[in-house]
């Protein structure tokens, strides 16, 4: 069955920097646009970028513009997130999602990652 | 970009129907069939329920259904039960930027 195991997260001071890493396996990854998505406690989730099945493009939140990148490694299976310059409202479970035929259908999730940001 | 508005809480008794809205605007749930919902249970990753606004993913249950009207889409969960309970939420489309979430919905089983 699908998985996508999420890594990587972990507590970080302001202005800091975390890699988050996500490993698919049992489909054909590079067939597919791949997901960061947020959520703080409480809250619904909150896209944080998109990238395209073959990396050709990719699409931020307003709020990770400029200091968070998304890549790919098909060969690898594998989906990143650079986060720079982390701020206190970053702090949340990131998950890693497939989106199916609709981009913003998201069919499979990972488990999740915490992300905390605090001096 | 706001997030869809959802009530934040909906009850109901095991056996029950009950419905969630998620109203937006022209620019997404309006404009556009391309609405989905979530289910998550705490401590948990969402969960695919409904798709274009009134698909089932295979693994989701007949008991959920999905509909729209106008800049309101709506969840469905016919004879409620227990392991129903839990966070819902609608996502959709929007032509301002990628896609939107809603603002979550609480379901509790009496």
């Known amino acids: 069955q699908v998985q996508l195991v999420e890594s990587g997260g972990g507590v970080v001071q302001p202005g800091g920097s975390l890699r988050l890493s996500c490993v698919a396996s049992?489909?054909?990854?590079?067939?597919?646009?791949m997901n960061w998505v947020r959520q703080t406690p409480g809250k619904g989730p909150q896209w944080v970028a998109v990238?395209?099945?073959?990396?050709?493009?990719?699409y931020y939140a307003d709020s990770v513009k400029g200091r968070f990148t998304i890549s790919r490694d098909n060969s690898k299976h594998t989906l990143s997130l650079q986060m720079d310059d982390l701020r206190a409202d970053d702090t949340a479970v990131y998950y890693c999602a497939r989106s199916q035929h609709i981009l913003t259908t998201l069919d499979h999730w990972g488990q999740g990652t915490l992300v905390h940001v605090a001096s | 970009q706001s997030a869809l508005t959802q009530p934040a809480s909906v009850s109901g008794s095991p056996g029950q129907s009950i419905t969630i809205s998620c109203t937006g605007t022209?620019?997404?749930?309006?404009?556009?069939?391309?609405v989905s919902w979530y289910q998550q249970h705490p401590g948990k990753a969402p969960k695919l329920m409904i798709y274009?606004?009134?698909y089932r993913p295979s693994g989701a249950s007949d008991r959920f259904s999905g509909s729209k009207s106008g800049n309101t889409a709506s969840l469905t969960i016919s004879g409620l039960q227990t392991e129903d309970e839990g966070d819902y939420y609608c996502?959709?489309?929007?032509?301002?930027?990628?896609?939107?979430f809603g603002t979550g919905t609480k379901v509790t089983v009496l």
């Open positions: 049992a489909f054909v990854f590079s067939d597919y646009t």
């Open positions: 990238i395209w099945h073959d990396g050709s493009k990719k």
């Open positions: 274009d606004v009134s």
């Open positions: 996502a959709s489309y929007t032509s301002k930027t990628f896609g939107v």
């Open positions: 022209s620019s997404d749930v309006g404009g556009y069939y391309y």
